[in-house]
């Protein structure tokens, strides 16, 4: 008896003296405070990128809460701090802690970054996802960006877009040739192949572009984001395949000095918060998608599929281009690898599970 209540004492002694000796740096990391700022390529007020569920002001909302204030981000819009596309370099530097943009404004720097936020004939929320967490696209990400000095996360999702605005219909390869089309990133040069009159116009200027008729086409997001820039007002026919972006990721991009200074559980919360916000934005965007489409439909906007030799002709055409720049650099042709081997596998089970359900399942019972 007595032996055991030695014990018993002695263990406690241990474990209390080695709680103090662990718990003294806890409580000094736990009190240190970081003030963080986020740059971002997009300007106020726009719902998705600047405000409402799963933005990014939700996604700084959440970690100053969750932190409990021991991180607090204060979030700039573009051109508040910095132009709109120089938060990269400005992260990149340190002088900003983090920058918020979509990973293919920065393909003139890094053609590889591509793969993280749209991929012309890649994989859906679900499968680019799956190759984030647990294909190794999230540990390829940071492995590229290190030259940057940059950590980044998906930190939002748009879900699949659509093809586009066509004053006319598109019922050939022949339609395409001469086609003044707005389109940009690696689909522009897909199209280009095919004739397509590429056009590389901010969001603010496709709608009086293609009202005016100074283009004939052109492309955007999806009916949300579409109908905020009014474009069923400009024109009549709504194409759809999504195969210039089947899925466009928002990328939440972190100096990595900045990032290594934080405690784990800091870290963890920023990686929380983005998963979260992935979500949610996605989420808002399948809602208010549906619901400005079917408002398309109501009011004389007629949906098309493009032709199946056109969408041939589109996949031939992307082949070469992917060839061309894996062959000019080697970071690109390892991401690229790693992404499309990922897709060959994924791409079986989701023909066998989603694939099956879209055909079959999705009108069965009205
Ligand atoms: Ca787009």
């Not at 030695?6 to 209390?16: D, I």
């Not at 240190?32 to 998705?48: M, Y």
């Not at 596309?85 to 404004?105: I, K, L, P, T």
């Amino acid at each position: 008896m007595k032996r055991r209540s030695f014990m018993k004492k002695g263990s406690v002694g241990v474990a209390a003296t080695a709680a103090a000796t662990i718990a003294a740096p806890a409580v000094i990391a736990a009190e240190k405070k970081f003030s963080w700022k986020l740059t971002t390529a997009f300007p106020p007020g726009v719902p998705f990128y600047s405000t409402g569920p799963g933005s990014l002001a939700d996604l700084v909302k959440r970690i100053n809460v969750m932190s409990g204030g021991r991180l607090t981000i204060k979030h700039y819009h573009a051109g508040e701090l910095v132009p709109a596309f120089e938060g990269f370099d400005a992260a990149s530097s340190g002088a900003v802690e983090v920058n918020a943009w979509v990973s293919y404004f920065g393909a003139g720097k890094v053609p590889a970054a591509q793969f993280f936020g749209a991929v012309p004939f890649g994989m859906s929320f679900q499968g680019q996802n799956a190759w984030f967490y647990n294909g190794g696209g999230i540990d390829l990400w940071h492995e590229v960006y290190k030259p940057y000095n940059l950590v980044a996360f998906p930190c939002g999702n748009t879900g699949i877009q659509m093809t586009g605005w066509f004053k006319k219909e598109i019922k050939s390869v022949a339609d395409l040739k001469g086609l003044r089309l707005r389109i940009p990133g690696l689909a522009g040069k897909g199209y280009a192949k095919l004739g397509v009159d590429v056009k590389l116009l901010p969001g603010g200027e496709i709608f009086p572009a293609l009202e005016r008729g100074v283009i004939d086409a052109a492309e955007w997001v999806g009916p949300a984001q579409d109908k905020i820039l009014g474009l069923n007002k400009a024109a009549k026919y709504y194409y759809t395949t999504g195969w210039h972006e089947p899925t466009t990721v928002t990328e939440f991009a972190i100096n990595k000095n900045k990032w290594e200074e934080l405690p784990d559980d800091l870290k963890m919360i920023v990686r929380n918060a983005c998963a979260a916000c992935n979500i949610e934005a996605h989420s808002w965007s399948e809602a208010n998608n549906a619901k400005a489409f079917e408002e398309f439909l109501n009011t004389g906007t007629e949906a098309r599929t493009l032709p199946d030799d056109v969408i041939k002709a589109l996949a031939k055409a992307m082949d070469e281009v992917y060839s061309e720049l894996a062959a000019k650099d080697p970071v690109f042709k390892k991401v690229m690898d790693s992404y499309f081997t990922f897709k060959k596998t994924h791409d079986k089970w989701a023909r066998m599970s989603e694939g099956v359900w879209h055909a079959k399942l999705r009108n069965a019972r009205g």
